[in-house]
């Protein structure tokens, strides 16, 4: 079956503007979250969302938010980007919360802000 | 915060040789753990799991360890081949999962 899906793969965009982050997990997972990998920090957890609920949420500003619909597509968005959210932004599903089994990752968005 | 930690961020290793890949985590509460490997330019791949309630877990030529008194988890791949070659995190869930930076893992021919 198909794996988690992300698009765009890649964008470039300039400092102040906002994106939108589009994730489609696996046929019949309900969970979706979120990171932010850079070199730097690693993985970071922005958000989760089971049954188009936000479960859990990281330390990350307002400008960073997301959405999951009735489907469990979900999408994140940027607003007023910052040359420092530069990064791979990485969705992962799971069938039911995180930590109650495997988490499949998809390939990313990797984000460039000028 | 959290703190996931890996002991070496970078290994390498023989060919046909055993890896082992060191992490340290700081939430005593967290009570599941999972190695996950990125190849380049490919999101994490889930390879093993382990729950609090066990100290070793074993998978096809990987195993996990895990000691609570101390903290650490560790992956041992045997008979490392070129294609383990990679980054290799660790993670740790209490209410959110927490990622280590990674070691990348290089596999000598």
């Known amino acids: 079956k198909a794996g988690v899906t992300q698009t765009p793969r890649y964008l470039i965009k300039t400092r102040g503007q906002q994106v939108t982050l589009s994730c489609s997990p696996i046929?019949?997972?309900?969970?979706v979250s979120w990171y932010q990998q850079t070199p730097g920090q690693g993985l970071q957890f922005l958000f989760e969302?089971?049954?188009?609920?936000?479960?859990n949420k990281g330390n990350f500003p307002g400008r960073f938010s997301g959405r999951q619909f009735s489907n469990s597509r979900s999408e994140m968005n940027v607003s007023t980007l910052e040359l420092g959210d530069s990064a791979l932004y990485l969705c992962?599903?799971?069938?039911?919360?995180?930590?109650?089994?495997?988490?499949?990752f998809g390939e990313g968005s990797r984000l460039t802000v000028l | 915060g959290e703190s996931v930690g890996l002991h070496l961020p970078t290994l390498s290793v023989q060919e046909g040789d055993n890896s082992i890949i060191n992490c340290a985590y700081s939430?005593?509460?967290?009570?599941?753990f999972i190695w996950y490997k990125q190849e380049s330019g490919k999101g994490p791949q889930f390879i093993i799991d382990?729950?609090?309630?066990?100290d070793k877990r074993q998978g096809q030529r990987v195993t996990v360890l895990l000691n609570k008194t101390v903290k650490h988890l560790s992956l041992q791949i045997a008979a490392t081949q070129p294609g383990d070659s990679a980054v290799y995190f660790c993670?740790?869930?209490?209410?959110?999962?927490?990622f280590g930076t990674g070691t990348s893992l290089t596999v000598i021919p």
């Open positions: 992962a599903s799971s069938l039911g919360r995180p930590n109650t089994g495997e988490l499949f």
């Open positions: 046929s019949g997972h309900r969970s």
């Open positions: 969302y089971f049954s188009e609920t936000q479960r």
């Open positions: 939430n005593s509460a967290s009570d599941y």
């Open positions: 382990i729950r609090s309630n066990m």
């Open positions: 993670a740790e869930f209490g209410n959110q999962f927490y």
